[in-house]
């Protein structure tokens, strides 16, 4: 009897254990947070909405598995005085990838592929590709060198295969690019994914596979084979394995049109640096994209997100891959996401891991975050960072770029350590 009373105690335990780990969206104060300190943000925020230098922004804090802040500041709509809301859904653009990167990491751990796996075994296109010799600024013609060998599944998870980015990457590659109709993946394409990327694998490399950390189009390719492994598309893939699961309400490749309302509007900044509204022609993205119907899914930048969204994803990554009481990836997994891939100095004083920038021992001296924190952000002006040292998570989410008075994510940062007791 008193065997089957212990055993019922360690059960209850761990089911207990797993459920614990589920964030609520009830903000609570932290022993260990000094509340006046943290509340520096909202007058630094205020403040910078009162100058004009910024619209709106989302902010989250989890500590410890707590929700400790979680509000919106200024206005998801200027010309409307609309307040931004805490549950505001955000174009998060970059912020993507990092999702992308566990769906091909899910597939890698069910022996479907290897890290260091050439992916011309599953796109031929990318066999043998060339690297990048001579280029005539012209008309955009260029000569090849062969590469020495092929690109790895490793080398997309950190964006050292020598793919650049269509529209914000080199000029030579952009231009390439641009010439081959190869898309950016920002906004919206009515483009077939897989005939893209198999275009892209005829066109040539920057530079060698895995000899240099270029940002580029490798996580748009990765949709693609999540894609071709899977046989779903990206958008039906995450769906199942990853937003459902995870209770990501409110993540989509598709916002529904009754949830439009909570998009709060894009802002840049003219000449003067003032802030005016994105235009539907600007750079050549419509910022009503994630209201289009698309069935071209960009796996580097064709989400749109809440910041309480995103923590749940970082949260699961901290927890090991478990949440929900569900095992979304493996605890090594897990851990090889968030642990230095590339070469030394490859990235200057920090690392990039299988989807995520790492905070190295140099800029942890140097700053507020601890080595080991993973970071990214996207292009209209949302970031993120996940410390798991201190058990940190931190969203900062806005939709201005460029932002020439962007330096509150770090005042934002050093008020967050400065609470930390």
């Known amino acids: 009897m008193k065997n089957r009373l212990l055993a019922l105690i360690a059960l209850s335990f761990l089911v207990f254990s797993s459920y614990a780990q589920v964030l609520s969206p009830v903000v609570k104060a932290h022993p260990k947070v000094d509340d006046k300190r943290l509340a520096l943000i909202d007058t630094l925020l205020k403040n910078y909405v009162e100058k004009n230098w910024l619209t709106g922004a989302v902010t989250l804090i989890v500590k410890d598995n707590q929700l400790i802040h979680y509000k919106g500041h200024g206005y998801a709509d200027a010309a409307s005085k609309k307040p931004m809301q805490a549950d505001a859904i955000f174009r998060i653009m970059s912020q993507s990838k990092a999702l992308t990167s566990l769906a091909i990491l899910q597939l890698f751990e069910q ?24 280029f005539n600024m012209a008309d955009s013609s260029y000569t090849t060198l062969p590469a020495k060998r092929d690109i790895t599944f490793r080398d997309l998870l950190t964006h050292s295969s020598g793919i650049d980015y269509s529209g914000i990457g080199s000029d030579k590659m952009k231009a390439i690019y641009a010439k081959a109709g190869i898309p950016s993946g920002l906004g919206d394409s009515k483009a077939k994914l897989l005939e893209k990327m198999k275009i892209l694998g005829k066109l040539p490399l920057v530079h060698q596979p895995g000899e240099k950390f270029t940002y580029g189009l490798n996580t748009d390719l990765l949709g693609c084979l999540v894609e071709i492994i899977s046989g779903k598309s990206l958008e039906a893939y995450m769906n199942e394995n990853i937003f459902e699961p995870m209770g990501m309400k409110d993540t989509y490749f598709n916002v529904p049109m009754e949830k439009a309302g909570r998009l709060p509007s894009v802002y840049t900044e003219d000449a003067k640096n003032q802030i005016i509204p994105w235009a539907p022609t600007f750079r050549g993205i419509n910022p009503n994209y994630p209201l289009m119907p698309k069935s071209y899914f960009s796996g580097g930048a064709g989400l749109s997100a809440t910041a309480f969204d995103y923590a749940i994803f970082l949260q699961m990554i901290l927890n090991g891959g478990l949440y929900n009481g569900k095992q979304i990836i493996g605890r090594r997994t897990a851990e090889l996401m968030i642990s230095p891939q590339l070469e030394a100095g490859m990235m200057g004083n920090d690392n990039f891991g299988l989807g995520f920038s790492l905070t190295g021992e140099k800029s942890a001296n140097l700053n507020m975050r601890t080595k080991g924190s993973f970071s990214w952000g996207g292009y209209y002006g949302t970031t993120y960072w996940a410390d798991p040292k201190e058990k940190l998570i931190v969203l900062i989410m806005t939709q201005h770029t460029p932002n020439s008075h962007g330096d509150f994510n770090a005042k934002i940062e050093n008020i967050i350590y400065g609470s930390l007791k």
């Open 111 to 134: 022996g479907k592929l290897q890290l260091d796996q050439p992916i011309h075994q599953f796109i031929p296109e990318f066999k043998s590709p060339g690297v990048l010799n001579y």
